[in-house]
Structure formats: structure tokens, C-alpha cells
């Protein structure tokens, strides 16, 4: 490799060397010594240490030199060309020398950097081989590579996501160390740059860059901040190689000269490229060994949470390799085959729990599941078979077989679970099914319950069962179907009353208690202690009993299970029990309904066949399926006649298109029932009224099925609708007369109202007026008592006008044209409230009036109405000393009442009666003035407006009235 040291010294040593010579030289001349060798001596170290400068140098000073022993040119005519020609010699032999030494110092120059690389590609060798770790093993490189090769190095590896992560930098000065981290990670490479090390790793091809200058740096710069931090590492030469393997470029190495004049050139470039390739390829192996001790790692954890789980599994697996012989088998399938997987393991497992079929017979390995899955490389799922255990009992199985292939087969796995429950469950279905279809088909009670008890005793094997039903008396029992029971016990069963402590019998208790009672040894149980000697003739050691209770709580039977061995029930023996008695009781419930049903039935029949009016049932296209036999007496036909036809031809014409009309919305669903009046055709031609209701009967609640018909004979209310019509119209014209005769009394009555109310005035007037002249112009010539009874005369008279006013208005409330609308009654409350106010200022009463209270009539009428009540209220109030009046209005019933409120002095209810008849007063007028007409003009107001009006009170507590509309 080159020395990177300066030079001069070379020339030194050529001079040094030059001047020995000649001092050697000087010395031997005198004894004849040629001075020639030394010199050539001198010349050819010199070029061997310094090449072809410092052996020229050392050239021409020699020959300057040797001028010095040679002659004089004067001494001899031969002397110039002896000279010339020994110094022409002297310098082509030292030219000669010179060259030939720098081609020997040349080649060693080159053998030794070769030498030097291969040692330094040695060395970095060993590192890259060290250690795995690829960061620790790139920070080693670059550290060997500062300053041997470079003053600064460093690697960038390329990352998913297109960025770098410098991952190891060294530089001469350790200093910079973090200076060269920190321009990595604050400056990432940008997009299309012009050098660096993200140009080199887009292309994959190396970079140098011999001389660097400032305008390169700013070029690649992105602010002042990194163009100064660049400064700093004052780059003089650069040089950048990718680092490739298997064609995937994995990052770059850059390395910086700084300090040296050097410059990186092709054998620079060459050694690079040579390390890059060995780093990428460390690098790559160290990602390769981490990738696959990833992946050892992952498979071991893998294989170790597979095992765990077949090891906790409920269900059993084992493995085969391609000749059947056994390689695993998890604790579940020991468990449940009886053998241990250190017995099995290499052995043929067909031929020791595969080889025969549920009925015994052989299961040839040829025709195994398991071998076909091995073949075929799918896997297979059998729901149905069984494995043979090691005590040779056959356990029933499902299992799925699935291959092991690694490109090849390589065995088969396979996973069980014992199906032995299922099946029994699939068996107590079958049963319960077969009972059910037996129980639908209605088949005797006596069958049902036989079968009952023999199918509890093919899911109880050993077991002796019996139903028992209660009889008539409901005190006790009799055994429903023949049983497996000895008689004796049946006879002690049905003799027993059905009562607490009545007898040993389960099921007697069971009854009473309503929950299953089980004796588990009939030699230990208190109840059976004066019985024993039966059970040890028919070998009886437990009994159970439960009972048969129906939907509503009700005890209709119980069954009874004995046992030749003492025994307690498993949960399998009392879902057994719970299955059965709800069978019973299906059953018994089916019994009892289809006896009521026929009772009902015969009910129907008598009723159907017995009714005041005619019944009928028709199908959806109007044949008449059944007909009683009031509608043949009132239709003229016998039954079987009736039968024959439709409704459609015993329908007067003129109403079948509506009768069928309604027909037709019943089928279509828009109603469930219909009435309606129509006409049919007797047999002997006449027309029958009647009143026809049909109702639709749909099969099982969808198609319509038929329909039932009343038809009430109706011809006697229509001729008497008839009368009625002709009577109602001779009384229209009756009541038209009388409405004219009344209209005419009504005008004359009114003519007469204005004729008295005027005639009556103008006496009364002259009254009042003359008394009035009397006091004025004569009152002095009358005594006290005479002016008193002219003051009397007065009052009278004026009274007397205020009653013929208030009959005229109470005449013209009942005979006034109403204009009904919706009125704001609380705003005519308000109203009338501050007239009232306003006209006896003085006073100082408070009024409650609810807002919004609205109600629908005539508003002059009814702000009348209103005028009254809150008046009475004002004047009723009067000696209050706190007088409060109320309007509202509240519901009752779906109805709106009003109600007026006050706190006065009230009245006494014995007289409520008389509140509103006109001129009834319950205070003396000297007390409250008044006319007596008020009330009655609100009575008939609200009369008019077709409501009603009453009062409450007491006395000294004030009144309510309450009015509707």
C-alpha cells in the first residue's frame, strides 16, 4: 500500500548519499581507487529509496562530482573526450540504474500494498466472522479501516421504508464520532441527490470522488448548519461503495481522506469494492442466521404450545408416520384407549384399536380412513366409528384424520372424542321421537304407556318400570299398562292410598311431595322395614318415584322404577325421569283433552241442532256442509235438501252480489266477522228476511276452512219497522202542524211581550214621574210618614221596570238565533272581572281565572252566562273581609266542566232545588237586590247549548257552580 508520509526526505537521503560517495571518492583517489562505482553505488540507493527524482538528483550531483577526479582538459589532446565519454557513461549508466531501481522499487512498492491489502482483507475477514451481530461487527470494520485506509469511515443500511440508519462510524479524531451519527440522523438523504450515499444505493454502483471541493459540500448541503458541520470534517477525497448481496443493495460504506493529500484512486476503489462485498455478505448472513433463529425460535414455540395443547386437550390425538407405527399420543387418548403412548410407540396402531367395525367384523388396514388420508394428502372427518379399548370393549368414536406433509407425506394426525354420550342421547331422542309419533297417532293409553315403560327400561338396563295414573277418586293408584313389576308389588301399589306416610311406595310420596322421591337400598329405608320380607322374595334393593304433574301444577299419575341392586340415580337416570313423566304427562293431557273434546263435541251438537235460530256451516265456495234445524223449518227444505245447494242459491238475487262482496273481504283477511241484513229464497218462493253474522274458521290458523253462519229470522221486526216508518210519517205531519201552531203562539207571545212591556212602562212611568213631582213640589205639606209611602210607591215602580227587563231578555235568550264558535273564555272573565271593579272601586276582592279556558257556542250567550255567575259571585262576596273568586275548568269522565268559585256567603242545599227557577230568591231583596232572574237565564243558556248546570255550597263558605257545554 502507498505511503501516505511526505517525500522530501527522499531527496535528502540522495543528497546525503551523493556527498558520501564523493567524500569516499576523495579519500581513495590518492590510491588509485576509480571513484566510478561508489558513485554508481550512491546513485542506485538513491533511486531505490526515492525513485526516479531523487535519482536524477543524485545523477547530476555525482556527475558534477566526478569532474573532480578526472584531468585537467589541458594536460592532453585526448582529455576532452576522455572525459566527455567517462562522463556521458557515468550518467547513461546512472540513468540506466536509476530506472532499473525504480521499476524494483516500483514493484516491490506494489507487492508490499498487495500485501498490505490482503493482510488488512484478512484481518477485516476475521472481523466480519467474529460475531453475528452485524452492527458490532460494522463498527469493528470501520474502526480497522481508520486510519489504514481512511480518516473517516462509515456504514448506512437502507431500511423498509427507503431511509438509512447509520449503523457504525469511526474517524481518526474520536471526537467526530458522534459529530458523523449526528449528521446521519439530523439530515437525512433527500430525494434525487447528486452524490452520497443515497445516489450510490439507488444505483447500486460505487462513487469517488478524488478531489472534493466547497462547491460539492454546498451542493449537498440543506442549510448553513449542515454545510458547516461538512466543513468540519474538512473532506478532501471521497469514495463510496454499495454494499450488495444476492442482487438486494443492503446500504454503503463511505470513506473520507482529511488529513492526507491523497487522493482515492482505481486500486483505492478496487480494495473498497472488495471489502463491501465481504461486509454485505457478513451482514446478509448475520440477517440469514437471525432470520432463521427467528424462525427455529418460532417453530420451537410452536411445537412446544402444540404439545401443551394436545397434552390439556379433552380430546385424544395421536401421530402415525407413513407405516401406521405410532410417534405421539396425548394423555386424553390414553385415557380413553387404555394403553400408554411408551406401549404403543412404533407399533402398528390398526391393528390394536382399528381393526374391527361396531358389529365385530374386521376393518381391513386397506380400507382404513387413516391410510387413505395418507395417501391422498386431504384430509377426512368420520363421524361414526369405533376404536376397540385395551380390555377389547368398543368405544365409540368420531374422529378427524389430517396429513403431515413437508412438500411429501410424512404421516397422518388424528383427533377423537368419545361420542359414546351422544349416542345414548341420539338413542333417548329416538325414543322420545317414537313415543311422540305414538302418543299423535292416538293410539290407546294403554299402548302408550307400554311403551313408555319399555323404553325406560332399555335407557335404565336392569331396571323394572311401571306408570301408574290416579284414579276417579284421586286417592289412588292403578297401573296404567302390563309391567315388568311383580304382581305382588303392583297390587301393594294400587292398595295404598296416595297420602304422606301411607306405604314404602316412591311414588306415593313422590305424589305428595310433587318432586321425585328415590329410595337408594330398600334395606335401610324406615318405610320398607314391615315390607322387607316382599323384597327379599322378589330381590328388590332400590325404588324410585316421580311424579306426573300437569301444565297447571296438577299431580295426574307417577311412575315407578325398581332395581334388583341398590342403587343411586346418575344425572343421565334422572334426565331420564324428567323425560318420562313429561311423556306421561303428555300423554295423560292428550287422554283427558280428547275426552273433553268429545264431550264438547256432543255439546256443540245439541246446542247446533237445538238452536232458536239457524246455524250453518259452509265451505269457502258456499256448499253447506251442516245446517240445523230451525234454518230447514225456516227455510221450507228438509236437511238432506239443504244440503245439496249453496248459499248462493237460496239468496234473494238482489243481495248476492253484496253478500258475496262481504265473502270475499272475510277470505281475503281485511275482516274477521261480518253482519248484515239480507233476503232468502224459501223453498216455496217466499222471501225471508233475517240477520245473517259469518265468521271464518281458518285450518291451523292460515287457510280458510269454512264458515259459520247464524241466521236470525227477522221478517216480524221488519213489518214492524214498516208500521213504524208509516206511523213516524203520519206523526211528522203531526208535528210539522204542531210546529207551525207553536211558531204562530211564539209570535204572538212575543207580540204581546213588547205590547205589555210597553203598555205596562207608561203607567209605570206616570207613576214614578208623579210621585216624583208629588215629593218635589208637595213634600213639605206631607208628614214623615207620608213622604215614606211616596218613597215606597217609587222603589216599586222601579223594581217592577227591572222585572219586566229581565223577563224581556230571559224571553229573548230562549227564542234568539244561536251563532256558535270557539270562544276565549278566560278573556271574557277578565273582562267582565274588571267591570265589576271599576264599578265599585272600593272594594277589594281577588280573582283567580285560568288561562286559555276556551268552550264552543253562542258568544253573546254565553258571555251572558258568565256575567251572571261572576256577578252573583261579586254580590254574594260583598261582606267578605278577604272575598276571592275563581274560574276554571277541569275533565271529568271525557267532559269538560267549568266552575265559578267564591267564598262568600253561601246558601243552604236543602234549597238547591229552587236555585234556578225564575223569581225564587233565598235572600230577602233588603239584604241582596236582585230580580231572581239571573240564575234562570243561565239555566236555559246552558240548556240551549245542550248542557247542564248544578251548584254546591255551605253556608257562610261560599258557593261553586259547574256547567258543561
Not at 160 to 166: H, T
Not at 476 to 489: G, I, K, N, Y
Amino acid at each position: 500500500m502507498p505511503s501516505i508520509k511526505p517525500a522530501f526526505w527522499h531527496y535528502a537521503a540522495a543528497l546525503l548519499l551523493s556527498a558520501l560517495a564523493f567524500f569516499i571518492n576523495t579519500l581513495l583517489s590518492p590510491y588509485g581507487v576509480a571513484p566510478l562505482a561508489f558513485s554508481i553505488a550512491a546513485v542506485m540507493l538513491s533511486a531505490w529509496l526515492g525513485g526516479w527524482g531523487p535519482g536524477l538528483l543524485a545523477t547530476a550531483m555525482l556527475a558534477f562530482a566526478l569532474l573532480h577526479f578526472l584531468p585537467p582538459f589541458a594536460s592532453s589532446e585526448a582529455a576532452p573526450l576522455y572525459v566527455v565519454s567517462r562522463l556521458a557513461s557515468f550518467i547513461l549508466l546512472a540513468l540506466l540504474i536509476t530506472w532499473l531501481s525504480d521499476l524494483l522499487r516500483s514493484a516491490l512498492r506494489r507487492t508490499e500494498a498487495a500485501q498490505a491489502d490482503a493482510a488488512f482483507l484478512a484481518e477485516t475477514g476475521v472481523l466480519l466472522s467474529e460475531s453475528l451481530d452485524y452492527t458490532t461487527t460494522l463498527q469493528r470494520l470501520v474502526q480497522a479501516a481508520v486510519p489504514r485506509f481512511c480518516d473517516a469511515c462509515m456504514v448506512d443500511m437502507a431500511q423498509q421504508d427507503r431511509s438509512f440508519e447509520r449503523v457504525a462510524v469511526a474517524h481518526h479524531n474520536p471526537a467526530k464520532d458522534m459529530l458523523l451519527r449526528d449528521l446521519g440522523r439530523l439530515y437525512p438523504p433527500a430525494p434525487n441527490p447528486r452524490y452520497g450515499v443515497s445516489k450510490v444505493i439507488d444505483t447500486g454502483r460505487p462513487e469517488v470522488l478524488a478531489r472534493v471541493t466547497d462547491d460539492m459540500l454546498a451542493a449537498v448541503a440543506r442549510d448553513g448548519e449542515h454545510l458547516a458541520a461538512l466543513r468540519q470534517l474538512k473532506i478532501r477525497s471521497y469514495m463510496c461503495v454499495p454494499l450488495i448481496a444476492r442482487g438486494r443493495t443492503l446500504g454503503a460504506i463511505s470513506f473520507i481522506l482529511s488529513e492526507s493529500t491523497r487522493r482515492y484512486g482505481p486500486a483505492d476503489l478496487a480494495l473498497a469494492e472488495e471489502l463491501a462485498r465481504r461486509a454485505a455478505l457478513a451482514v446478509d448472513n448475520a440477517r440469514l442466521y437471525s432470520e432463521v433463529c427467528a424462525t427455529e425460535q418460532q417453530l420451537r414455540a410452536q411445537l412446544n404450545f402444540t404439545r401443551a395443547l394436545t397434552q390439556c386437550l379433552g380430546e385424544g390425538v395421536y401421530a402415525l408416520d407413513l407405516d401406521g407405527r405410532l410417534s405421539y399420543m396425548n394423555p386424553a387418548a390414553e385415557r380413553m384407549l387404555g394403553w400408554t403412548e411408551a406401549e404403543l410407540r412404533g407399533r402398528v396402531v390398526h391393528d390394536l384399536i382399528h381393526f374391527q367395525h361396531a358389529d365385530g367384523s374386521r376393518h381391513p388396514r386397506s380400507e382404513c380412513p387413516t391410510t387413505a388420508v395418507m395417501r391422498s394428502g386431504e384430509p377426512v372427518r368420520i363421524d361414526d366409528d369405533v376404536f376397540t379399548q385395551r380390555d377389547g370393549s368398543l368405544l365409540p368414536v368420531a374422529y378427524t384424520a389430517s396429513p403431515i406433509t413437508d412438500g411429501d407425506s410424512k404421516g397422518a394426525v388424528l383427533a377423537f372424542h368419545d361420542i359414546s354420550e351422544r349416542k345414548r342421547n341420539e338413542a333417548l331422542l329416538r325414543g322420545q321421537k317414537d313415543l311422540l309419533e305414538t302418543i299423535a297417532r292416538g293410539a290407546a293409553p294403554e299402548a302408550v304407556f307400554g311403551a313408555l315403560a319399555a323404553f325406560m327400561e332399555s335407557q335404565a338396563p336392569g331396571s323394572m318400570c311401571a306408570v301408574l295414573v290416579l284414579d276417579d277418586s284421586g286417592r289412588h293408584f292403578r297401573c296404567a299398562a302390563p309391567s315388568r313389576l311383580p304382581s305382588e308389588v303392583v297390587d301393594l301399589v294400587e292398595a295404598m292410598a296416595v297420602a304422606p306416610g301411607a306405604g314404602p311406595c316412591a311414588c306415593a310420596a313422590a305424589a305428595v311431595d310433587k318432586a321425585p322421591v328415590f329410595v337408594a337400598d330398600i334395606m335401610e329405608d324406615p318405610l320398607w322395614k314391615d315390607y322387607l320380607d316382599l323384597a327379599r322374595r322378589h330381590g328388590l334393593r332400590a325404588c324410585w318415584g316421580a311424579p306426573i304433574l300437569g301444565s297447571d301444577g296438577s299431580v295426574l299419575g307417577a311412575i315407578t322404577m325398581d332395581f334388583h341392586e341398590p342403587r343411586r340415580p346418575s344425572p343421565r337416570d334422572r334426565q331420564l325421569i324428567d323425560i318420562s313423566t313429561h311423556l306421561a304427562a303428555i300423554a295423560l293431557e292428550r287422554s283427558q283433552a280428547e275426552k273433553r273434546l268429545r264431550e264438547s263435541e256432543a255439546r256443540f251438537r245439541a246446542t247446533f241442532d237445538q238452536a232458536a235460530v239457524g246455524m250453518a256451516q259452509t265451505q269457502p265456495d258456499g256448499r253447506l256442509l251442516q245446517v240445523n234445524q230451525r234454518l230447514c223449518d225456516m227455510l221450507g227444505y228438509a236437511p238432506e235438501e239443504l244440503l245439496q245447494k249453496r248459499f248462493q242459491d237460496i239468496t234473494h238475487p238482489a243481495d248476492l252480489e253484496s253478500n258475496i262482496a262481504w265473502v270475499q273481504r272475510l277470505l281475503a283477511g281485511e275482516i274477521q266477522t261480518f253482519t248484515i241484513e239480507k233476503r232468502y229464497l224459501r223453498k216455496c218462493g217466499e222471501t225471508l228476511w233475517a240477520n245473517l253474522t259469518v265468521s271464518l274458521v281458518r285450518a291451523g290458523g292460515e287457510q280458510p276452512d269454512h264458515f259459520i253462519a247464524i241466521i236470525e229470522d227477522i221478517g216480524a221486526r221488519k213489518r214492524a219497522e214498516a208500521e213504524i216508518r208509516r206511523l213516524n210519517a203520519s206523526l211528522e205531519q203531526r208535528v210539522a202542524e204542531r210546529t207551525a201552531e207553536l211558531q204562530a203562539s211564539n209570535l204572538e207571545l212575543e207580540a204581546f211581550s213588547y205590547s205589555v212591556s210597553h203598555d205596562l212602562r207608561a203607567p209605570l212611568r206616570a207613576i214614578n214621574g208623579f210621585s216624583q213631582v208629588l215629593l218635589e213640589d208637595y213634600g213639605k205639606r206631607l208628614d214623615e210618614e207620608g213622604r215614606r209611602y211616596l218613597a215606597r210607591v217609587r222603589a216599586a215602580s222601579e223594581r217592577m221596570a227591572d222585572l219586566m227587563d229581565a223577563l224581556l231578555n230571559l224571553s229573548r235568550v230562549t227564542r234568539s238565533e244561536m251563532q256558535r264558535e270557539q270562544m276565549n273564555l278566560s278573556a271574557a272573565a277578565h273582562k267582565i272581572a274588571r267591570q265589576l271593579q271599576q264599578a265599585e272601586p272600593q272594594r277589594q276582592v281577588t280573582f283567580a281565572i285560568a288561562d286559555a279556558v276556551t268552550g264552543e257556542g253562542d258568544a253573546k250567550l254565553l258571555w251572558l252566562a258568565l256575567e251572571n255567575l261572576l256577578g252573583n259571585a261579586w254580590k254574594f262576596t260583598r261582606d267578605c273581609a278577604d272575598a276571592r273568586i275563581e274560574f276554571g275548568v277541569r275533565e271529568e269522565a271525557g267532559e269538560r266542566v267549568y266552575c265559578v268559585r267564591d267564598n262568600g256567603i253561601g246558601f243552604d242545599m236543602a234549597y238547591a232545588d229552587k236555585l234556578f227557577e225564575p223569581f225564587h230568591r233565598l235572600h230577602p231583596p233588603a239584604q241582596f237586590e236582585g230580580t231572581g232572574i239571573g240564575l234562570a237565564t243561565v239555566q236555559r243558556i246552558v240548556a240551549r247549548h245542550g248542557g247542564r248546570i248544578w251548584a254546591e255550597s255551605t253556608v257562610g263558605q261560599g258557593a261553586t257552580f259547574y256547567f258543561t257545554l
